[in-house]
Every structure is written in structure tokens, then in C-alpha cells.
């Protein structure tokens, strides 16, 4: 019985994992003005993780805790934000938006590959994060671009 007890006490005491909005991005952080050159601005990284994304609307992929890329954009809201990420592996990403929302993508760019489209984006702090399907990171490509790349 106290065996019993220990162990559902762990299980209740463990924290739940999930994406932190806090934590310092693994592999850069980003700053853009509306209008910015090079277009598009790119971040080489290693996608994936070990926590399987539970938002709402976002129930795919496997990420790391901490942010792989916080974007700092500074805009009047006139235009269209494009993110996307490239890889040899099936990828996914989960972004979280200034406005507190979460949006994420699996397939919609090219040979399967994600892009999240945001139209008229708004200044402020977008939280980025590139997945996997499986538990093996991989190389990716993360491209930010005001201009629509398919």
C-alpha cells in the first residue's frame, strides 16, 4: 500500500511538459523590420524533440520544450508573414503567435514539407518551433519571408 501511495504521488508531482514560451530559443533569436533584406531571412537548426504538441488545433509532431527560434518582427500589420521549414525528413511546425494563439502546419509547402501563412502579421513576439514525427532529430532549414515562396 505505501508503494502504492509513493507511486501516485510521483505521478501527481511530476510537471507536465509542454512548450515554454519563457525558455530561451535553442537556436536563435530573431529580429526583423517590415520590409527586411535578405528575403528570405534563414536559421539552419535541428527539428524535433521530445514532447508530443497538445494545442488546440495542433495535435501532431514531436518538439523540444524551449522555443527553437523566437522572430521579433516590428510591422505596421500591412503584411503577410510566410514561415516555413525545409528538411530531408517529414517536419511540422507550432508557432505561437503575438496575440497568445497557436497555429501549426504539417504539409502545406512543398514535397511535404510545413508553412504557416500569416496574413497581415502583427508586431511582436512569434515563438517557433520545428518538428518530427519520430523522436530522431533532424537538419531543417526555417525560412522567414514576406514574400510567398510556392
Not at 510521483?10 to 533584406?37: C, K, W, Y
Not at 497568445?100 to 497581415?120: A, K, L, T
Request: proline residues 6%.
Amino acid at each position: 500500500m505505501r508503494l502504492l501511495l509513493l507511486a501516485v504521488l510521483a505521478f501527481v508531482a511530476t510537471p507536465a511538459l509542454a512548450q515554454s514560451l519563457s525558455a530561451d530559443p535553442t537556436f536563435a533569436t530573431v529580429r526583423l523590420t517590415e520590409g527586411f533584406t535578405p528575403d528570405p531571412h534563414r536559421v539552419d537548426l535541428r527539428a524535433g524533440g521530445t514532447i508530443a504538441v497538445d494545442k488546440p488545433g495542433c495535435g501532431y509532431g514531436i518538439v523540444a520544450n524551449a522555443p527553437d527560434v523566437n522572430f521579433h518582427y516590428t510591422s505596421s500589420g500591412g503584411s503577410d508573414l510566410y514561415i516555413y521549414a525545409v528538411a530531408g525528413e517529414d517536419t511540422t511546425l507550432l508557432i505561437n503567435l503575438p496575440d497568445g494563439r497557436w497555429v501549426c502546419d504539417d504539409d502545406s509547402y512543398d514535397d511535404g514539407d510545413p508553412i504557416v501563412v500569416v496574413r497581415g502579421a502583427a508586431a511582436g513576439l512569434y515563438n517557433i518551433w520545428v518538428g518530427t514525427y519520430g523522436t530522431d532529430s533532424v537538419d531543417a532549414r526555417l525560412s522567414i519571408s514576406e514574400v510567398d515562396p510556392r
